[in-house]
């Protein structure tokens, strides 16, 4: 009898230490997981999922609060962002936030010739630290000329460490780009891998 009692002990104690050493080994885990997205977030990378296989969206990808990224089950990438509407008198310096957020801008300038400068360098990292930080990266953003007179011209320029270039042979780093009435300016903005200035190109439609 006494002999049962004590194997019935160990086998209870057998479990009970079993699933303590469980209970380790998964809080082990989770702070082995914790650790990681802390150290993710200490270098600036996601906090979500890592991926390291192909993966495959057979019925198409969203991401964006209203899907502003997509590909179609066919393939079909589209791409675009918020539409921020204003207007504009004599010279503007467009804010970080505006260009950071919002994919188009549409203007109706306000007088004969509007000029629309960049943000500096530093007013763009000040407001999101992470915009273009690898050489290389690139995004685009649209603007749109909304109005009808041929006379309300707007004028685009760069700003310290965001240069402007241009479709020119001869014109200089930040020289001036122009369109006029219902014209159209496509901006392409990537980081180089020589300097750690932000450069800009600018394709105008009218």
């Known amino acids: ?14 479990l009970v ?3 303590l050493y469980a209970q380790a080994l998964s809080l082990d885990k989770a702070l082995g997981n914790l ?12 906090s ?8 495959s969206f057979l019925q198409g990808l969203a991401g964006g609060q209203q899907d502003q990224f997509q590909v179609s089950n066919s393939g079909i990438l589209t791409q675009g962002g918020k539409v921020y ?4 008198t004599g010279t503007v310096v467009l804010s970080a ?4 957020n919002y994919g188009n801008i549409v203007n109706v300038p306000n007088s004969p010739a509007t000029t629309i400068r960049m943000p500096t360098k530093a007013q763009l990292l000040a407001a999101d630290p992470t915009f273009l930080k690898n ?3 690139r995004t685009t ?4 000329n909304s109005t009808s007179s041929a006379i309300q011209l707007t004028t685009f320029t760069g700003n310290t460490g965001v240069i402007m270039q241009i479709a020119s042979s001869s014109a200089a780093h930040n020289s001036a780009s122009t369109i006029g009435n219902y014209g159209s300016a496509m901006f392409t903005f990537w980081r180089s891998a020589t300097s750690t200035d932000i450069y800009f190109t600018v394709q105008t439609f009218k």
């Open 1 to 14: 009898m006494n002999k049962n009692i004590v194997i019935g002990v160990l086998v209870v104690l057998t």
């Open 17 to 19: 230490f079993g699933g």
């Open 48 to 55: 979500g999922l890592s991926h390291f296989q192909v993966e």
């Open 97 to 100: 936030d505006t260009l950071l």
């Open 35 to 46: 650790g990681k997205v802390i150290a993710e977030l200490t270098l600036g990378k996601a």
């Open 85 to 88: 509407s204003t207007s504009t």
């Open 141 to 144: 953003r649209h603007y749109f």
């Open 135 to 137: 050489a290389g990266d």
